[in-house]
Structures are given as structure tokens and as C-alpha cells.
């Protein structure tokens, strides 16, 4: 009797677990990296990477509820597509900013253009899945876009910040058994952003020699 109790339970516990496993909701987490943080300084380019992290974790087992999916079972495999505005927060305009989408994620070449207030709209970054693309990139977290921004007027330790404003985001789920069937499944969006500091820069060494020969031939008079 306890061997048959045991047995059940742990039958329970397994139909629970796979249960919640495709009650999981998936999420697409946008964020975006400086190379440099402490300040930055006119004339220095600023390289930057807009970041998609898709949670939970690939390989999770979750229902296909996108149409014209109606709840099937399918294995999160890959990040499949976003389009999103990249929006200047604060002190953009301070300096030019420069965009690129990575070969492998330009859906028709659509990388964005300005949105007249120093960033960019309507990035559409995304891949075609299996079986038509036998090489799909399967990286999680993912790059989207790559930024360079340059100071062009002084500054004084504002904080430069750009955030990322998706419209859709999508995940590929394998619904197949024996071959891949890759299928589009919408993901909830949370947006984030990435700033950093910008400055004046600090006399070069030729200017502080120069201002000490001066102090010194003053000291002597």
C-alpha cells in the first residue's frame, strides 16, 4: 500500500510539475550596454549593444497560444523578432548617435531611422527559424542592435540614457516530433535602458606642464 501511495504521489507531483512548466508565460527583457561608463568625453565614441533576454530558460516546455496555435505543447528554442524604438531619455542631443543591426538579425533591411529628438525608430531585428534556415542563431541573451554615440559639446557630468520601446517581440517554439516545426509565439515585453556619464575632459599632459612652467616663472620673478 505505501509502495502504491508513493507511486502516486510521485505521479502527482510530475503531472504538476509539467503542468506549471507550460503554464510559464514568456518574456522578452530588453537592456541595453555601455563599453564606457566613467565619464565619457567629447570626441570619444561610445560604443553600445541593445540586449534581448528571453526567460525562462530555452528549452522549456510552454503552450502555443499565439495563433493559430490553440495551446500545443512546444519547446522554447530561439528568439525569432522585435521591432522597437531606441528613445533618448535624457542628454542625447549632446552628442550624434550611429546604429547598425547585426547581419544575421535585418528582417528587409529595416534598421530604423531617426525619430528627430536623438534616437531611433522603428528597428525591426529578427530571423527566419527551421526548417528554412538551417543555421538559426540560438544565443541567450541576444544582440539586436549596435550603437555607437559621440559627444560633440562639453559636458559636465550629465547623464546620457537611452531606453528601448518594443512593439512585439517573438520567441520560435518546436512543436514537432520528429523534424523541427518552428512556430512564432508572442513573448510579454519588459523595456529597460542603459546610461552613462559624460564629462569634460581633464587637461592633456602638454596643458598641465604648460600651466606648471608658467606657475614656476611667475614663483621666480
Known amino acids: ?17 509539467a503542468t506549471q512548466a507550460l503554464a510559464q508565460e514568456v518574456t522578452i527583457t530588453y537592456s541595453i550596454k555601455w563599453e564606457l561608463q566613467d565619464p565619457v568625453f567629447p570626441g570619444v565614441p561610445n560604443k553600445g549593444e541593445v ?23 512546444g519547446k ?5 523578432s522585435s521591432i522597437f524604438d531606441t528613445i533618448n531619455v535624457s542628454n542625447s542631443l549632446m552628442g550624434t548617435l550611429q546604429w547598425t543591426v547585426p547581419a544575421a538579425f535585418s528582417v528587409g533591411g529595416i534598421i530604423g531611422v531617426p525619430d528627430g529628438n536623438g534616437g531611433i525608430k522603428g528597428t525591426n531585428s529578427g530571423q527566419v527559424g527551421m526548417p528554412p534556415n538551417p543555421n538559426p542563431i540560438l544565443d541567450n541573451p541576444i544582440k539586436l542592435l549596435d550603437l ?15 531606453a528601448v520601446s518594443a512593439k512585439s517581440a ?23 535602458g542603459g546610461s552613462f556619464y559624460y564629462g569634460t575632459p581633464a587637461p592633456s599632459a602638454a596643458v598641465v606642464a604648460g600651466i606648471a612652467l608658467a606657475f614656476a616663472a611667475r614663483r621666480r620673478r
Do not use: R, Y
Open 1 to 17: 500500500m505505501k509502495s502504491a501511495c508513493s507511486l502516486i504521489m510521485a505521479v502527482a507531483g510530475s503531472l504538476a510539475m
Open 51 to 73: 540586449w534581448a533576454t528571453i526567460s525562462p530558460e530555452m528549452g522549456t516546455v510552454v503552450p502555443w497560444t499565439t495563433p493559430p496555435g490553440k495551446g500545443q505543447p
Open 76 to 80: 522554447l528554442v530561439a528568439f525569432a
Open 148 to 162: 555607437t554615440w559621440t559627444g560633440v559639446v562639453p559636458g559636465n557630468g550629465e547623464i546620457i540614457e537611452f
Open 170 to 192: 517573438k520567441v520560435f517554439l518546436d512543436i514537432g516530433t520528429t523534424s523541427p516545426i518552428w512556430v512564432g509565439h508572442n513573448a510579454k515585453i519588459v523595456n529597460g
